[in-house]
């Protein structure tokens, strides 16, 4: 029988696969993340999903059974295609040889996540690392470390060509540099439902400028996102 490779990811709560996001924020990198975790889970095309987490977490046996069960097709229960373990087994785990990918949620755990990698794996084990913006200075210093590391088949997942190069940016002029990349940095936009986000056709338009008191001919500004002066929009200007 064909081994398929794993999926790996440390996380700080299992709320990540919970569609409404218990005990975190509801903002759109949470919300994507969470997403793909989920996808990735009840894809057949993956062994599994092994999920590390604070020994504290998994405390709670029930909660964990739910969300499995609530992520989780039936088909894919009872198979091993999520599995949870506390953070410090995870020399035991990359001691594996099978194949896996591991998933680094946020730029900034990606030096410790590599270190992690480097040290214990024993099979393939390239990182995918989810970033959407450069905004927190804790991104800045993260990315830093990495100097001086030699390349890896890593890939850092860029939403943007604005943000691939202004990563490629950073190396090009962190003190010392220019330093190699020491990851791939791959360009890979969000998907969009395209079933539920398309156009509107004219009497769609007209009824929604209705509905929401809009003047028929007037231009309208629409900003989908959080408000947040240091990394978003900020209403000062506005």
Known sequence: ??????VTVFLGDPGFLDAGLPGLPGHGANLGTGARLRALAANPRWGGLDVLLPVTALRDRERLASTAAAVLPPERRGIGALAF???????????????????????????????VRDRFARGPAPIATLTHGLGHMGCHSALFRLVGLPPAPDSLLCLSLALRDAVADLYATFPGGPHPLPFDLDHVPNGVDADRF??????????LRERFGLPPGATVALFQGRVTAHGKADLLPL
């Open 198 to 207: 398309r156009p509107a056709d004219a009497a769609r338009r007209a009824a």
């Open 85 to 115: 373990y506390p953070h410090q087994s995870a020399p035991e785990l990359f001691a594996d040889p099978t194949e896996r990918v591991v998933v680094c949620v946020d730029p900034e755990d990606l030096p410790a996540t590599r270190c």
């Open 1 to 6: 029988s064909v081994t398929l490779p794993r």
